[in-house]
């Protein structure tokens, strides 16, 4: 199982990004993924999720109406598009596998493997 988060970068105040998480070794169809992401000295924080059933989403408060995340099975990718950014948005973006099939949720203990992470940068 290998997941490869690309996408992150540098953008202004307001502007938009979309973060990619493309999975390997297994059928993301099968799984939920989860977006998490970290700041130095804090926690992993949960940002959003897509379950493996129906694909029901979630999404922390902190996120809700400018984030989206999707789920292209046939390319076994899941995307995270992220609008109206902000600078506390800036942090290692990760994306990881939860193999349960109940509805996903945002801990991280929960999940069974990470992606490597990505970093986002919202400047002024």
């Known amino acids: 199982v290998q997941l490869q988060a690309s996408g992150g970068g540098l953008v202004q105040i307001g502007g938009s990004l979309r973060l990619s998480c493309a999975a390997s070794?297994?059928?993301?169809?099968?799984?939920?993924i989860g977006w998490f992401r970290q700041t130095p000295g804090k926690g992993r924080e949960g940002v959003s999720c897509v379950s493996a059933l129906y694909g029901v989403t979630y999404y922390a408060d902190s996120v809700k109406g400018r984030f989206t995340i999707s789920r292209d099975d046939a390319k076994n990718t899941v995307y995270l598009q992220m609008n109206s950014l902000k600078p506390e948005d800036t942090a290692v973006y990760y994306c990881?596998?939860?193999?349960?099939?109940?509805?996903?949720?945002?801990?991280?203990?929960?999940?069974?493997?990470w992606g490597q992470g990505t970093l986002v940068t919202v400047s002024s």
């Open positions: 990881a596998i939860d193999d349960d099939l109940a509805p996903c949720a945002l801990f991280p203990s929960r999940y069974d493997a």
């Open positions: 070794g297994f059928t993301s169809d099968s799984y939920a």
